[in-house]
């Protein structure tokens, strides 16, 4: 599936590198994908093989994150209900991490079957998921 998906983004002039990491088959990086130009990851995980997952990840502004980690463990709750909410009518699977001393908001698009997951489907899958980016990132200006 590797090859494939790397196949397809040079076809697409998608610039982009590996990533190492122990819960991925592969990760793929693109540097700048979609209209605003963000950075997607695309890869398969090792616990589920055939499948794709595509996404990126919102990054909390800083003084977003100094509010968050402000809150208490309920509003922290909360808060992260209202995300998933959001991100689930805007048809995305999130998930909500802490990296690099960031709170980040992962959006990503899941390629589960099989006649999904060619370069027509991957590259609307890219798209799509910096769209969601995009509006994740709004949300949370609006929000938050």
Known sequence: MRDNVERWLIHEGLAFTDI???????????????????????????????????????????NQTLRYLAHTQK?????????????????????????????KIGVYVVLDKKEDITQGGVIDAINSAAEKYDDVSRFLLKTF
Request: glycine share 6%.
């Open 20 to 62: 190492k990491t122990d819960e991925n088959t592969f990760c793929i990086r693109i540097r700048h994908a979609g209209r605003s130009g963000v950075p997607v990851e695309v890869f398969e995980p090792k616990a589920q093989p055939g499948i794709l997952v595509v996404g990126c990840k919102v990054i909390m502004k800083n």
């Open 75 to 103: 509003e922290k709750e909360n808060f992260e209900e209202k995300v998933a909410q959001y991100c689930y009518s805007i048809r995305a699977i999130n998930k909500n991490v802490t990296e690099e001393g960031k709170r």
